[in-house]
């Protein structure tokens, strides 16, 4: 009986086991792969020249400053804005406000919309609507400008598809500053906005920065939002307003991968890019996960 | 007590029928309090009385507390500072405060004292030194930092820094103190350092102190009011609480029977 | 500013000579003191004192009279000051907040008025052909530019209805193009419930495993190996499926098709399991300890209380991470839009291709004309995904808020 139990207890244990270890497997698996496959194609020039030949040779300079170019915008739009939210949700109203629940309950119906819906989003409101108003507007003359697919649509649309991720870390941030400051900030008759510039804020800095990197990381890697609101095939130039399209790692990379017309011959070149796109996104991440886990420290030891 | 006993004090602060409810729970029971300007008032009373939310109601502090709720009047100045068109932050900066566990910025010792004043719009760099060495001599911390204003405000010493966190109330120029147990993490030395600069700091300001050790309230002030149950039990000269109290609470709490 | 200041008291006198320098303009303190408004004696005030109860002291001092330099140095103004800028500042930080629920009303209603011009003739069939038209026009309007394709659009306009969407051939691009969405619904759901069916058990013992039973060294290097492959852009996974996993899935099972529902499924359950995984492990970790402990006390195993205690607390936990993987997995593009060969078969073998929802939108909304029927059919197949998804994450957040909450909190 006892040894019954025993033995069934070590199988439950193994079999749990064979599962985590099933799931870390598939990540070195995936990560070897890309890792093997594209180390020798990744070189100076690769990584400096743009594509040539029907883009079956050359490099992904233009994608790369592309993906630059729309994170960064992004993150200009959205860290202040998700910042400030979180400012509102936790120093401006009562966790269980009505006013609060509404607000979070939005930010979580953003967080679960899937990805391909921005997408259709950002056509349909920035390129079809506000582009569009945006035209009438300023040329009268009917021609289009702002009514096309371009790199300021595609990083507004991703800047509400991350809109939650820096919301969420952020607040997360401002809940490890003490109460203990903001009270002996607030006993010196110094206001709340004062406060939480001086106070409140500095000390959720590592909170707003993993935040934002966070963000640019899932922005990096989200193809669906930008398939149809700024993202091209190929460009001879870079972008040179934000109202000009781009080329982007992760669209790229479907594009060699789906419609190249020689799959085969670009296979290396595909593995790079992989391979360039992943070790971003990873060191964008990997210093997320660095700094929320100092912030965590400090929270313990505060 | 001292030369200004001639002068009959007069009540720089009173509450009136001030009751405070934490949703259900009613946490202050009419409490009709006076608290004598440059006089150092003590509260005493078991944990749980209700004189540390008797102190942040004096200031307004419990604003910032979810599901509180105030009835009655607290006089700041015969001003009623529940009034809806008294401004908090005003208040805040008349009625200083000093918490139980010292809060000291993570800046610099310096920046720790000039926060205040900064932020009320002192820009002169003289006028700002002299303002931080002024109030670090205030809070007899002057001599101990005065070569290491640039150090973090963490490097210090636990009585240092409530010592340093004196100094930055005493920064913004406030008229009244509020003291919520500010030696009650602070080992005997500091404690005694503590108790000396509140003696000292009662020339200039009215001083209200919240203690859970009767020896200090003895040492340290004028007038002592004893806590119990949302309640003021009694409220005399120091002298009279300790030596013949008349209610019987008072006398077993002050002998140690209970508390 | 004395004239502000108004003494509440009754007894008070607003004509209450003002010096203009305090006579004890230093303290003993040493410290300079700003102007004073004196402090005017009150008779009924110091009446009151003296009668009222425990609060105040029986004044042995002459009364009230204030101390000799004492006074205000700082009155209280009566009358908050207009912080313009402290006001200016919340009150944008107040609209700034609201910039996600403006959002998802705006999501919601573009999705949907794209998609709703297809239904202006579901009420009544006879009249269908001129309220499509009509429909159309008024997206003409909106696309100004599409004027060339109107003969063509009226054409494909009289053959739309929206009974037509639960047909069973998605063939937007033809002659006759036919627009039933039921393929593509099958195809979402095929390549979903193969990653859940994978990824769910995967997620859900492997939080088992590093929250109760791994030693430390594990735990520590499984936890953020698996978190990590959350952070895996989605068409890294896609590729990987399409180049690797493809292939060698192949040789395994010997399917025909090199891309399918199956191979899709797998590589989506890739993305899917740290989804169910981290929710999971939350949900284990917040059963109390004296739960556990209780259980250990009786005599149980460590497993035995895994399995029988801890497990079954979370469920609803747990349950909410089987919803929310099965959310993402069913709106996820790039995967499915690599890995299944996009065929939109209405077949129920796993080892064909498939077509999903999303990877429609994808594939083909780079190519429709603005405004018309296969444009709407689009937003449509978006507004279906924004309403599940919807539904899902309210469902999940629902088992999270309350059961788990209610269960843990003894209610």
Known sequence: MMRAKNLLGKAVVTFTGACAFVAVAAVVWIMGTIVW????????AFLTQAPSNGMTEGGIFPAIVGTFMLVLIMSLVGVPVGTITAVYLSEYVDRQSKVAQIIRFAVNTLAGIPAIVFGLFGLGFFVNFTGKGMDHLFSPTGTLHWAQPNILWASLTLALLTLPVVIVSVEEAIKTVPRDLREASLALGVTKWQTIWRVVLPNSMGGILTGAILAVSRGAGEVAPILFTGAAYFLPHLPKSVSDQFMELGYHLYIMTTQSTDVEKTLPIQYATTLVLLMLTFALNFSAIFMRYRLRKRRVFA | MNTMETAAPYAKLHTKGLNLYYGQKHALKGIDLDMKAYKVTALIGPSGCGKSTFLRSLNRMNDLIENVRIEGSVFVDNVDVYNKKVDEVQLRKKVGMIFQKSNP???????????????????DKAKMDELVERSLRQAALWDEVKDELKKSAFALSGGQQQRLCIARALAVEPEVLLMDEPASALDPIATAKIEELIWELKSTYTIVIVTHNMQQAARVSDYTAFFYMGKVVEFDFTERI????????TEDYVTGRFG | MPSDSKSIDPGSDAAVPVPAESPAGSLPGGRPVSVLTPKPSEPNMSANISESASGKVPDAESPANPRPGSGNRRVLTMGKPLRLGELAIEKSIQGVAFVSLLFITLIFIFIFKEAIPLFGSGINKAESHATVEASE???????APSKPEAPELAQKASHFTPAELGGKTWQPVSLDPKFGLLPLFLGS?????????????????????????????????MKPVIEILAGFPSVVIGFFALVIMASVLQNLFGFEYRLNAFVGGV????????????????ALAAVPKVMTEASLALGATKWETALFVILPSATPGIFAALILGFGRAFGETMIVLMATGNAALFTPHIFEPVRTLSATIGAEMAEVVFGDIHYRVLFFVGALLFIISFGLNATAEFFVRTRLMKRFKGA
């Open chain 3, 267 to 282: 590589a989506m359950a890739l993305a899917v399991v740290p989804i169910i995984y981290t929710v999971s492990e939350d």
């Open chain 3, 189 to 221: 759901l095929k390549v979903t419930l193969i990653a859940l069916l994978i990824a769910g058990p995967m997620g859900i013992f492997a939080a088992l495993y590093t929250s109760n039973f791994a030693p430390m060294w594990a735990r520590e290097g």
């Open chain 2, 242 to 249: 300790f030596t013949q109290p008349k209610e019987k609470q």
């Open chain 2, 105 to 123: 910025f993570p800046k610099s010792i310096y920046d720790n004292v000039a926060y205040g004043p900064r932020i009320h719009g002192l820009r």
């Open chain 3, 137 to 143: 026009t008024y997206g003409e309007d909106a696309a």
């Open chain 1, 37 to 44: 496959g594209g180390h020798r194609s990744i070189t100076w």
